[in-house]
C-alpha cells in the first residue's frame, strides 16, 4: 500500500453483516434441530469405531481436529455450490481487496 492501509467501509458493513447472519442462522439452527439428539442418532447407526478418549486423549484429540476441520471443508464447499449458499455467501468473496475480512 502507498497510502494508510485501511479497508473500505462497504467491504466492512458487507463481511460483518454477512457474518452476523451466518452466526445467527447457525444458531438458531443448532437450536430447532438438536444436535445431541442427531449425533446420537447418527452415531448409533453409523459409527464407524469406538475410541475410549480418556485412554487415547491425543488420537483422540487429533481425530476430533481432523473431523471437524473436514465438516467445516465440505460445509463450506457446499456454499460455493449450491446457488442459495452461494447467494448468502458470495459476499464474503466480493470485496476489492484481499483483507482480514474477505
Known amino acids: ?5 485501511v479497508y473500505r467501509f462497504n467491504d466492512f458493513i458487507g463481511s460483518v453483516s454477512s457474518g452476523t447472519c ?29 475410541l475410549n478418549v480418556k485412554a487415547r486423549p491425543i488420537q ?7 473431523g471437524v476441520d473436514l465438516a467445516y471443508y465440505w460445509a463450506h464447499r457446499c456454499l460455493h455450490v449450491f446457488h442459495l449458499g452461494w447467494a448468502a455467501h458470495s459476499v464474503h468473496h466480493s470485496g476489492e481487496d484481499y483483507n482480514l475480512l474477505t
Do not use: D, E, H, I
Open 22 to 50: 451466518q452466526q445467527l442462522v447457525g444458531t438458531l439452527t443448532s437450536r430447532l434441530l438438536n444436535p445431541k439428539g442427531s449425533f446420537a442418532v447418527v452415531q448409533s447407526k453409523y459409527s464407524l469405531m469406538t
Open 60 to 66: 483422540s484429540w487429533f481425530l476430533l481436529m481432523m
Open 1 to 5: 500500500c502507498s497510502k494508510k492501509c
